[in-house]
């Protein structure tokens, strides 16, 4: 004897069916989201490869012009960069002689996540006791360590 289907065995089907779907469809979601934040992160830490690339090469360039002499700012311990803007850069490392004349720096660059209450880049710059100096991004995403050493 043949069994016929009812209404409700084919409704219960496309609602398997679609509850599938829209699990497929949610899992897509959150892969979609998280990279994109991955992206994200990756094109943050491009741009802090630049800034702390552009810093140095404006500390090269005062260095050449001054007989190899750092700003007198830049001591032997680390300390986050100044923000052009900031009111006081006390504990902080002050590099606004690079923008007199906009002869090495036009501004100071900053973190892209770097607070905007803080009166700090997100830049860590220091020189070492052999004269060599480094710069580098407390804020960097992924893991990626991003410095420099001159």
């Known amino acids: 004897m043949k069994r016929k ?11 398997v069916f679609l509850t599938i779907i829209v699990i497929c469809l949610s899992v897509f979601a959150v ?17 802090r490869w630049r800034d702390i690339n552009e810093i140095l090469t404006a500390v090269h360039e005062y260095q050449f012009d001054h007989n190899g002499l750092f700003p007198e700012s830049i001591t032997t311990t680390q ?11 006390e504990n902080l490392t002050d590099l606004s002689i690079l923008l007199e004349d906009f002869k090495y720096l036009p501004e100071i660059p900053e973190d892209p996540l770097a607070q905007t209450e803080s009166n700090g880049t997100g830049y860590v ?18 893991g990626e360590d991003i410095y420099v050493i001159l």
Not at 79 to 89: F, G, L, P, R, V
Not at 125 to 142: D, H, P, V, W, Y
Request: with cysteine.
């Open 5 to 15: 289907l009812t209404s409700k065995e084919g409704i219960s089907t496309i609602r």
């Open 31 to 47: 892969l979609l989201y998280i990279h994109q934040k991955e992206y994200r992160g990756h094109a943050r830490n491009s741009e």
């Open 79 to 89: 300390k986050e960069i100044c923000k052009q803007t900031a009111s006081e850069c």
């Open 125 to 142: 710059i220091a020189r070492t006791k052999s004269g060599r100096l480094i710069i580098f991004a407390k804020l960097a995403e992924g």
